[in-house]
């Protein structure tokens, strides 16, 4: 580490380009600024003559979209994923995002025309194959999280939670026990708040221990007979597993209440530990994290919610079920007082039947690891996780500040003491480490500590990858340390764009493209 | 294990670094009772070629759309999707990046979100669009949720020819926000009363309707806004907007719409995209990310996700809706595939489709006993046959036609739909496929 104040120093003003490109990077218009015309990128054939059915709705009007050729589609979208940052090109330690590697194989195996090219409501007979390939993967889910029944139509995390919560009111409203209370710990997820009030629950926040884990004594406080459920995230935001889980678990089910469980930060723990061992009655999965499904900028995901005996009955449409040999999909609640498959169901959570692509990808993400590569997923996120906890914790020789000293899981959570008198904010930090060429980790996530940095690795970065963030993120520390602070509020200054202006935007929104646009330059 | 990077050698390394003997000091906080010695009873790791083997096995026993005579539609449809679409979306700094919370690492996905929000407002006639739901079904639930909002209002009345899906996952959000929901019972190409009255936060229609009717709406929206609620309008069949006229010019308030058509595959049912777009003046009441224009310190233009104050990671159980993940890349296909058809191959491709739909229409009710139901309608229709349509599928299907969706797979316990059958035509029907359905068809009622 000796020499390297020399290399860094205050940054050459770069001159500007005639075109505004640099170099690899390529300013590149909207589509609708490369107009021509009534050109076209497909060649269709003219329709042949036929008695037209559209009567007075006819459209009139024509839409705007511009016309471009399939070369200038291919260039214009080439060059603006040049500007992305994704795990293919780099370390991307967003905590409790489980950016991990999407192997290719899995792209492959959603693609066959078997499972891509297959419409949802094809008569059973011609789908066996993809309701076995359902009924698979929810016997991997229910051995992995020791649970009963698995529900897989949510469409992503959230979507799971909303299903679990569902549930939980189903089954208490099946028992006459109407109850208001939601206990949701301060560091959880944002969206378990919104999903509890979605599902008309008042929301009762439990304070965290010295220890980053929820105060018992507080949870039992606050316990009651008017509570539904607690919705516990575990291992937790902080990166800690809740150990005193066992006897919060047994509280909860004393006061007669349901045990939610984020499941977001399952890859910790994904082949060592079984949540129905926990005492969990319903824990969501997602797909797009531990089982590697592909995030694809923002979603597809998939959240397919686990759940214990007393909530199973309850279960979203549609179910699948074995009959005479074969597989069937139960689309409708049976009726009638001799009840039968799906009675007591909440009623679908979307149309057809799941995010089959993800099925797919997911299932050969478990069927390449195995019972046995699985359990290493979950022990090599806990290791880098701790290895970089050790490289860049000020107790150990790095220069941050751990927010809860000791071990963590699969991520590790510091706060901004690290930077205090600096001038540089969690924010100028995490933008500095972008022109570095890294992804920032998590910032001011979770609520519990100030200005945090929450960092997750996950178990596809090498030791010689963990090794070169560590360093980087330690030089930064150092340099934030030394009275650097104008160039951390300047940065990032070598992406495609500089730190842009969210304040302007949320103002006056501009969401589309219009032709006549209103000029938003901000002045230099 | 191939997708892991550390060597035994790295992790005793490692190991030392952290002070620890094993791994399982790192889980020692894991209460003793819940941790498991041995491995989880399942199959051991594979390589991909035993795992590519596997599921081929089981993607053989279905019966790929494009192998057989393909009719069915309602709510996913059919079509071809250029190559440049797959192969754009795969491109990994799109497919395995993150949500663009780091606007300077992320322009490429904000800007072509940009587009799409673009794209959608214009499809639909619409001021505003948002960057993606999970579905259309889900979208629609969102609208009702939203109309609520608006106008404090508590009921929702519910077209009969409303896409059965769209109508639970309304019934089913509304029993636990404590909704009321008025869903009328569906009658194919027949008027219905739609009563609004003082409670009623919104009106939800579809067009082309589940049966494949075309509605103007537009008198509609008129008596919805003399009533103080809200018009949603639900398109299943994006499509349909290239030669429809689009909700926006009925005065719909709210779209609700589900995009797989363009760029996506049918997928078994998902994933699919959510289309989501409103008038400007309700767009802080949305759900889901929007993406905006800005500028940045450079005073160049830029793009970053914006009114985020709606959403659940800022305003947490006061959010607008719990969503975060969306449909990302399904979106990002919608927009290449779109942009790569423009306003010419848009409109053409909607024309082709609305022709294969119309010679069909016209062969298979030439059919004796066969009654055409629609008076209009866009790629999808629905014929009333002489007896049960699910036994005509199920017979079709052996001989392997996909011959469309009996109504009575949604509605079983209704006798008057038992005869109905939903027939879809998309582009991707050649002329020996209708021939095929045909013979198959007059051979099955004779």
Not at chain 1, 186 to 209: Q, R
Not at chain 2, 134 to 159: F, P
Not at chain 2, 428 to 433: C, K, N, R, S, Y
Request: charged share 20%; aromatic share 6%; glycine share 8%.
């Amino acid at each position: 580490m000796t020499g390297w104040s020399q290399a860094l120093g205050a940054p050459a003003e770069e001159a500007p380009t005639l075109t505004g490109n640099r170099g690899l990077q390529i300013e590149e218009p909207l589509i609708f600024e490369q107009d021509s015309p009534g050109h076209c990128g497909v060649d269709l054939p003219e329709p042949p003559p036929h008695r037209g059915r559209l009567g007075a709705l006819e459209r009139r009007a024509p839409i705007g979209l511009p016309g471009l050729s399939e070369p200038q589609i291919v260039r214009h979208f080439t060059r603006l994923s040049q500007k992305n940052y994704a795990i293919d090109t780099g370390l991307y330690p967003l905590g409790s995002c489980t950016m991990k590697h999407n192997p290719r194989l899995n792209e492959k195996l959603a693609r066959l025309p078997g499972f891509a090219d297959l419409h949802p409501l094809q008569p059973e007979t011609t789908i066996q194959g993809a309701l076995e390939l359902i009924d698979t993967l929810a016997h991997w889910l229910k051995t992995l999280t020791g649970m009963p029944a698995v529900a897989l139509s949510p469409a992503a995390g959230a979507h799971g939670e909303l299903c679990g919560m569902m549930t939980i009111r189903a089954a208490l409203t099946a028992r006459g026990d109407a109850r208001r209370r939601i206990l949701v710990p301060e560091s959880a997820h944002g969206t378990n708040p919104a999903t509890a009030a979605i599902c008309g629950y008042a929301i009762d926040p439990i304070a965290a221990n010295a220890r980053g884990r929820v105060d018992l004594a507080a949870l039992k406080a606050k316990l009651g007979g008017d509570v539904a459920a607690l919705m516990l995230t575990n291992p937790n935001t902080c990166g800690l597993f809740e150990d005193e889980i066992l006897e919060i678990a047994a509280a909860v089910h004393a006061a007669g209440a349901f045990f939610y469980c984020d499941g977001a930060n399952f890859n910790a723990i994904v082949g060592r530990v079984r949540p129905a061992d926990l005492g969990i009655d319903a824990l969501h999965l997602n797909l797009h994290k531990t089982f590697s499904t592909p995030h694809g900028g923002g979603g597809p995901g998939s959240g397919p919610v686990a759940l214990a005996a007393a909530l199973a009955p309850f279960a979203p449409l549609p179910w699948i079920v074995h009959r005479d040999n074969r597989l069937t999909l139960v689309e409708q609640a049976a009726k009638g007082p001799e009840g039968g498959p799906a009675a007591s169901s909440i009623g679908r959570l979307k149309g057809f039947h799941g995010q089959m692509g993800m099925f797919v990808r997911a299932l050969g993400y478990m069927m390449s690891h195995g019972a046995d590569g699985l359990r290493q997923v979950a022990e090599d996120a806990v290791l880098n996780a701790n290895y970089l906890r050790v490289r860049l914790d000020r107790k150990t020789g790095g220069l941050l500040s751990q927010s809860f000293p000791g071990p963590c899981m699969h991520e590790v959570l510091f706060d901004d003491r690290f930077l205090k008198d600096t001038g540089v904010t969690t924010l100028d930090f995490a933008k500095a480490l972008i022109d570095e060429g890294f992804h920032p980790m998590t910032m001011y996530f979770p609520l519990v500590v100030h200005g945090a940095l929450l960092i997750e690795p996950t178990e596809t970065e090498s030791k010689a990858s963990l090794d070169q963030f560590a360093d980087t993120v330690n030089r930064l520390a150092a340099r934030a340390g030394s009275g650097d602070a104008a160039v951390f509020q300047a940065a990032p200054r070598l992406t495609p764009r500089r730190r842009l202006d969210e304040t302007a935007a949320a103002r006056k929104p501009l969401l589309r493209w219009r032709r006549e646009q209103p000029k938003r330059e901000a002045t230099k | 294990m191939r997708y892991l990077p550390l060597t035994p050698s790295d992790r005793q390394q490692m190991l030392a670094a952290i002070g620890v003997d094993s791994i399982d000091a790192l889980f020692a906080e894991v209460p003793k009772a819940a941790q498991r010695g041995g491995l989880v009873d399942l199959p051991l790791a594979q390589g991909e070629l035993e795992v590519e083997r596997a599921l081929s096995r089981m993607a053989a026993k279905n019966l790929a759309a494009g192998s057989a005579p393909f009719f069915i539609g309602a709510g996913a449809y059919r079509h071809h999707v250029p190559a440049a679409v797959d192969h754009l979306i795969q491109r990994g700094e799109f497919l395995t990046s993150y949500t663009p919370y780091q606007p300077e690492l992320a322009q490429g996905t904000l800007q072509s979100l940009f587009e799409f929000q673009t794209q959608v407002a214009l499809l639909t006639g619409m001021e505003v669009a948002n960057a993606s739901l999970y579905d259309g079904a889900t979208a629609c639930a969102e609208a009702v949720a939203m109309a609520h909002r608006i106008t404090r209002r508590n009921k929702a009345v519910l077209s009969g020819a409303l896409h059965p899906h769209y109508r639970e996952v309304c019934r089913t959000y509304a029993q636990f926000s404590g909704l009321d929901i008025a869903a009328l019972d569906p009658r194919p190409a027949e008027a219905e009363t739609l009563d609004i009255d003082s409670d009623t936060a919104c009106v939800v229609v579809q067009n082309p309707d589940f049966f494949g009717e075309l509605r103007d709406w537009s008198a509609l929206t008129a008596r919805c806004h003399r009533a103080g609620a809200l018009l949603v309008v639900v398109v299943t069949e994006i499509l349909s907007l290239g030669a429809v006229t689009p909700p926006g010019e009925m005065g719909a308030d709210i779209v609700a719409a589900e995009g797989q058509s363009l760029g996506n595959a049918l997928n078994f049912g998902g994933p699919h995209v959510g289309l989501f777009a409103a008038r400007e003046q309700h767009v802080r009441q949305m759900p889901g990310r929007l993406v905006g224009q800005t500028a940045d310190a450079d005073g160049r233009r830029g793009w970053v996700l914006t009114l985020s104050t709606r959403e659940q990671h800022i305003r947490r159980e006061k959010a607008t809706s719990n969503i975060c993940t969306n449909s990302g890349l399904c979106a990002l296909a919608f927009t290449i595939h779109l942009a790569l058809l423009g306003e010419a191959g848009v409109t053409r491709l909607a024309r082709l489709n609305h022709a294969a739909a119309c010679s069909l229409a016209d062969r298979l009710a030439g059919l004796p006993g066969i009654r055409l139901v629609n008076k209009s309608f866009f790629n999808e229709f629905s014929l009333r046959l002489p007896v049960p349509a699910a036994e005509i599928v199920a017979a079709l299907a052996e001989k392997g036609v996909l011959a469309g969706i009996p109504a009575s797979r949604f509605y079983p316990d209704r006798a008057d739909l038992a005869n109905l059958l939903l027939v879809a035509a998309t582009e991707t029907v050649t002329a020996e496929d209708v021939d095929n359905y045909e013979r198959a068809l007059r051979e099955a009622l004779r």
